[in-house]
């Protein structure tokens, strides 16, 4: 590449980059507000006909599911099909909500029940967070460095030139390690979750697989261009649009629905679903992790076979050259 060239490419693509990382960081987190966020009501029909009225003023902001009582109410919160519930009853409305689904949720139900009912409503916190941790940050800080972790066990892999059975081993092992060391940092030490300890490991073990999966494999058919994908996808699109620190719900779409199919989104989704509610919902990310996991592996143990097809393409240049 002449100087001319290289001095355009940093001019123009470092920009263009910070400017990419400005606007999938910052655009989302500017939006938040609720869009089809799940959420209970219980009790009679007569009773919960003016909640579901006032909740269907805000349009498109509340998907509303209805529930026969309070018990029914609090199972589907652990279940994790809705994130609160306002409850109807002759003393006045009460509003269930779960902070391990996100602080930032129930402050957004707390705030937006109690303006419709012109007063402040009695809420119960039916799966609070752990005393050790009680906002979450935890959780929310986690993103970033596994995301990191995916990058860096992903890179190494590719750069060290492991490929077949080798590259295979090197990752699972590696994502397996970093799965039992921030288990026992975030629970054993922390005591910022609360979860089956292995589940947990595991979790963050996968969200580690996925990521590296995606750079190691991309990398494996693409080269040095692969590796760029993988970590704009598991990174700059990734990390910001994973809706750990709020909720999916919560995000401009499509940003929230692309977020839970990429490692990170799905990764915390994960990890919370087996950290707080025993593994309610947890059937979605671990399917995405496992997808991101066995294609990357895939990829990458096909590396050697990959490699040996592109060089007699590489050769077919070179041996014309030499021809004329």
């Known amino acids: 590449m002449s100087s001319t060239r290289s001095v355009l490419a940093v001019v123009v693509l470092v920009p263009a980059l910070v400017a990419l990382a400005l606007w999938a960081f910052v655009w989302p987190n500017a939006r938040l507000a609720p869009r089809d966020l799940p959420l209970g009501v219980a009790g009679p029909a007569q009773a919960t006909a003016p909640l579901k009225a006032q909740l269907a003023e805000r349009e498109g902001a509340f998907e509303v599911h209805e529930y026969a009582d309070a018990d029914a109410a609090r199972t589907a919160i652990e279940e994790r099909e809705v994130y609160g519930a306002v409850v109807a009853s002759p003393g006045g409305p009460e509003l269930l909500v779960a902070t391990a689904a996100g602080p930032s949720v129930a402050q957004v139900l707390t705030e937006a029940v109690g303006e419709k009912a012109g007063r402040p409503v009695p809420t119960r916190d039916v799966v609070p967070l752990p005393s050790a941790d009680p906002r979450g940050s935890a959780l929310n800080s986690s993103v970033l460095p596994l995301a990191l972790a995916g990058l860096l066990v992903g890179g190494l892999v590719t750069l060290l030139g492991l490929r077949g059975g080798r590259g295979v081993l090197a990752a699972v092992g590696a994502a397996a390690a970093i799965g039992l060391v921030a288990a026992a940092l975030a629970d054993s030490w922390l005591g910022a979750l609360a979860g089956d300890w292995w589940a947990e490991a595991g979790a963050l073990g996968l969200t580690v697989l996925a990521g590296a999966g995606a750079v ?75 997808g991101w996991s066995a294609a990357g592996l895939a990829l990458l143990a096909l590396g050697p076979l990959l490699a040996r097809r592109r060089a007699p393409e590489a050769a077919r240049p070179a041996a014309a050259g030499v021809a004329v």
């Open 216 to 290: 190691a494999g991309l990398a494996a058919v693409l080269g040095r261009a692969g590796m760029g994908a993988g970590s704009l996808l598991v990174m700059l699109l990734g990390n910001p649009f994973s809706g750990v620190t709020s909720a999916p719900e919560l995000l401009p779409e499509p940003v929230g629905t692309l977020g839970q199919w990429l490692p990170p989104g799905a990764g915390g989704s994960l990890v919370r679903s087996v950290a707080y509610f025993d593994g309610n919902g947890a059937a979605g990310p671990l399917a995405v992790l496992a």
